[in-house]
Structure formats: structure tokens, C-alpha cells
């Protein structure tokens, strides 16, 4: 039997941050290159998202990101050009981690959810693929 | 009459972050060293917190901090030994910028508030300023 391939999926995964438990409130936390694998350059969130919309739909070339659900949920489809995944995200304490050369979307937005998100660049309109039919050529291309 | 005299409280101030709207919800974004006075070492965020709860009670030596309301709302009372202020944090697009030296507390929460903080240190205990008289006595002495 062949050992499956490894692909940039693989390096998706949740990330359980800390958890400081007090009556008056919870606390996580996340310090760069601890919790996550890179610097925090860029800190944006989505609110007032209507329930049920769809966001999302691009990859990056070069950004590292992670994906936190302050508040309510949502999912977020991860596809690499060979194979795709969906995490549920619905706890603040937990983040999911996608590495460049993923396609994302996140859908299923419940009401007042707030979707976090920390990424390892700047703003830079050159590092997005916003074409999936382009995203699908450069993975076949490997990158190139 | 003479002129009031500058303190530290004088550099607390509110600031509007971008706010880009969509009919499938907004986004505001942040980057170090453009919308923020600071590199981003830190993030962390409270929820889960009882409506009406007070949280902080400390002050930093050194750590710039950004506090942002980004669900519910809650009131910041920053205090800088020689003055206090109040905020009303209730906007996921307003921040409130808090520079070193200043006694914080937040209290007056909503129901499903979540406060996210983006720091410029990593955690250092030896930053924290725990004990108000201790603060008192900082202040008065310069801060040596």
C-alpha cells in the first residue's frame, strides 16, 4: 500500500490556546512565534455579519494566518488544490492555523459572530490569488 | 492663569480604525506601526464574562496597549496618578490606546462582551504594577 502524499493541508491544524479560567471572566492568550509559528503584523475582524453569509474565497502566497471565532461560529473551508477540509470554529480559545498556498472560505456564519484574525504580513494587494481557476493553475505549477 | 499642565493621560485617546463595509458584514484592520503606535508582540482577549463584572486593575512600566470592544461594551477607567478618565468602549472600530504608566480597569460589562487587547511585549511579570499605592508612590517619585 502507498503512504498517502503530504500535502499543504496537512500543515492546517487547530491551535488551543491557553485558557486562564476566573469568575469575573476568561482570559487566552497569544504571543508571537510562542502560540503561533509567526509574527503578528496585521490584526483585522469581521463583524456584523449577517447570519449565514459567506466570506473568504482567496489564497495568499507568502501569509501565515490564524482564524479565531471571538464570538459565535462559523466554518472555514481549507483546500490546497488537491483535497479540501472544513473546521466547525466555535470556541474563542481555539485557533486554526493556514499557512500559505490555501485556499480559504469561511461560511455559516451564526449571528453575532466575530471572526479574529492574525496574520504574519502587511497589507499587499500581490500576495492574494482572488481566482480560484488562477489559484488551481499555480498549484499545478507548483508555485512557479 | 496658568496653563494646565500635560500628564501622561493626555496621551490616552481614541482611535477609529478603518472600517471597510460590505453587505456580508465589515472589517477593520490593524498594522503595527500604522494604526497602532507600536509593534504587535501580544494578543489576547476576555470573554465569557459576567454582565456588570470589573476586570485590570494594573498598570505596565513599559507595554503599550490597544484595548478594542469587539462585541458588547464596557467602560475603561485609565488613571495616570494625577488625573482619571472614563471611556465607553461599545464600537468593534474603536480603539483605545493606552501608553505605560497608566493604572487601567475595565469594568461595566455587557453581556457577550469580548475586550481584545493587542500588547507590545511579550508577558513579563516584572511589567506589572499590581498594588495602586505602589502605583501612587511611582508616580510621585518619578517613576525611579
Not at 490546497?80 to 480559545?93: E, W
Request: aromatic share 14%; with cysteine; net charge negative.
Amino acid at each position: 500500500m502507498l503512504a498517502e502524499k503530504s500535502t499543504v493541508l496537512d500543515d492546517c491544524r487547530i491551535i488551543d490556546f491557553p485558557k486562564v479560567t476566573d469568575y469575573r471572566g476568561n482570559l487566552s492568550f497569544i504571543e508571537e512565534n510562542h502560540q503561533i509559528p509567526f509574527q503578528i503584523k496585521r490584526v483585522y475582524y469581521l463583524y456584523d455579519v449577517p447570519s449565514g453569509a459567506t466570506r473568504g474565497g482567496h489564497a495568499h502566497r507568502a501569509l501565515h494566518q490564524m482564524i479565531i471565532a471571538l464570538s459565535g461560529s462559523f466554518d472555514v473551508i481549507i483546500d490546497d488544490g488537491l483535497r479540501k477540509q472544513s473546521f466547525f470554529l466555535n470556541r474563542p480559545h481555539y485557533g486554526l492555523y493556514i499557512p500559505p498556498r490555501v485556499w480559504r472560505e469561511l461560511e455559516n456564519f451564526s449571528s453575532n459572530s466575530v471572526a479574529l484574525s492574525l496574520v504574519s504580513e502587511v497589507y499587499d494587494e500581490t500576495d492574494y490569488v482572488r481566482d480560484y481557476q488562477a489559484f488551481k493553475r499555480l498549484v499545478l505549477n507548483g508555485w512557479q
